[in-house]
């Protein structure tokens, strides 16, 4: 079945510290990999994607990701955390066939300042 | 830029009224989704519409729902009788293709649904 786990339920970090969220997957088929962000009461915002080639890819707001297929993983991370980017962070396979995403649980970023 | 746009961004209705929610995906998408998350919890795929009908459904997809695109441009979700566990934030989202590759679904901004 498919499936995908998002380890960290909830991280604090302080602003200018790195930050990696962590995503691990498990599909049949090499998915379309996607980062969303939803700040509190509002709705889904695509942070980046990955369908194929450069297997690191770059998004909006200073946020990059890497995937690896021998670890299943498509974990996000920025160098240097502004405290606007407090939210929750959505990773969210695509079957190539379904068309759909499957999110996982989420990982509540907290900026201490 | 082009967006899916959903109204009302806000409903409140009584356990066991009807009520229909409001998607106006972007013009050029032909595959069109919905999908839930309920407070504190993470989003959940719902169904998806391709071709004026169902290509896909989750379990929570049941008979008290219902999807219907009426014209070209709206798309909506229907809950026949709702429950106080219908309360949630409803996404409408559109993509262009699907599993088709290099594309992706566009969400809008959501509907909450309280349900009292």
């Known amino acids: 079945a498919q499936s995908v786990t998002q380890p960290d339920i909830h991280i604090t970090v302080s602003e200018g510290a790195s930050l990696e969220l962590r995503c691990n997957y498990s599909y049949g088929a090499t998915p379309y990999l996607f980062w969303y962000v939803q700040s509190p009461g509002q709705g889904l915002q695509l942070l980046l994607k990955y369908f194929s080639g450069d297997t690191l890819v770059q998004g909006i707001k200073g946020f990059e990701a890497e995937f690896k297929r021998s670890q299943s993983s498509f974990n996000l991370r920025k160098p240097s955390v502004h405290w606007s980017d407090a939210a929750e962070y959505f990773c969210?396979?695509?079957?190539?066939?379904?068309?759909?995403?499957?999110f996982g649980d989420g990982t509540t970023l907290t900026v201490k300042p | 830029e082009p967006e899916v746009t959903q109204t009302p961004s806000h409903q409140v209705t009584q356990m066991g009224q009807e009520v229909i929610l409001r998607c106006v995906p972007i013009?050029?998408?032909?595959?069109f989704y919905w999908y839930r998350q309920i407070l504190g919890q993470k989003v959940e795929f719902l169904v998806s519409?391709?071709?004026?009908?169902?290509?896909?459904k989750s379990e929570i997809f049941d008979d008290q729902f219902s999807v219907e695109r009426p014209d070209g441009s709206n798309f909506t979700l229907k809950i026949r009788s709702t429950k106080l566990e219908d309360s949630a934030m409803y996404f409408c989202a559109s993509s262009e293709r699907s599993g088709a590759g290099n594309t992706e679904a566009f969400f809008g901004q959501g509907t909450r649904l309280t349900v009292v």
């Open positions: 519409f391709y071709n004026n009908e169902i290509s896909e």
């Open positions: 969210a396979p695509e079957g190539t066939n379904a068309g759909k995403s499957t």
């Open positions: 013009s050029n998408h032909l595959y």
